[in-house]
């Protein structure tokens, strides 16, 4: 038998993930653009809608939302301006400082941001396929995905449970839960973690270094 001769163009393990991330990310873009043609919104105003309901609690400043989403502070002013328009955004300034922009939803934005993150459902049919040992192992995977990201700062600051305050990695015997949440006071699983808290308080640099050293570590030693 002749020599086995290398596959042209073999991968990594490492470039067939990076790969599907990336047709995951072309699905979600395919999808915003159709459900934005049908309701008239762009993917990036209808990202701006979701992050605006998201925070619905509170007015959000514009350069905020553009760090959030990674944009310049110009696309985002852009967008929502043809938001203000549709009257589903209200942009007003800042009473403790004039030069800052608050940006809320209206009540009609409301419902639009829960109508526009309706395309979202095909990739979450996909994610329910998995076993729920196979989805938090997953959410445990992008996690660190993330984490590596923003320690790039390709991504803003995430407001994940791994670098929260709050999150104490590994004091609970219990191996399903082994976690604990200190702002809810309970403890919590793998697949509970967040990627985005509401309730997110970043540590100091030291703690979060610690932290994420002990939750990875915690994880690897089991």
């Known amino acids: 038998m002749g020599k086995r001769l290398p596959m042209q163009s073999e991968k990594t393990i490492v470039d067939h993930i990076t790969v599907g991330l990336g047709k995951i990310a072309t699905a979600l873009r395919s999808q915003a653009w159709e459900g934005g043609t049908a309701r008239k919104l762009t993917p990036t105003q209808g990202q701006i809608l979701a992050l605006l309901a998201d925070r619905a609690t509170k007015a959000v400043r514009l350069n905020d939302v553009a760090g959030e989403l990674c944009l310049t502070a110009a696309t985002v002013s852009d967008a929502v301006t043809t938001l203000v328009e549709k009257k589903l955004v209200k942009k007003e300034r800042s009473a403790e400082d004039r030069r800052a922009l608050l940006l809320t939803l209206t009540a009609a934005g409301l419902l639009e941001a829960k109508q526009t993150t309706g395309w979202t459902e095909v990739v979450q049919a ?15 995977g992008l996690t660190k995905v993330m984490h590596s990201l923003q320690e790039q700062g390709v991504v803003s600051v995430t407001r994940m449970c791994a670098g929260c305050t709050y999150f104490q990695p590994y004091v609970h ?42 939750f990875v570590g915690g994880w690897e030693g089991r």
């Open 126 to 140: 996909g994610v329910k396929s998995l076993t729920p040992d196979e989805q938090a192992v997953f959410l445990r």
């Open 173 to 214: 015997a219990d191996a399903v839960r082994p976690h604990h949440c200190g702002f809810v006071n309970k403890p919590l699983g793998e697949g509970q973690l967040r990627l985005d808290c509401p309730d997110y308080i970043p540590g100091g640099e030291a703690d979060q270094a610690r932290r994420w050293q002990e």
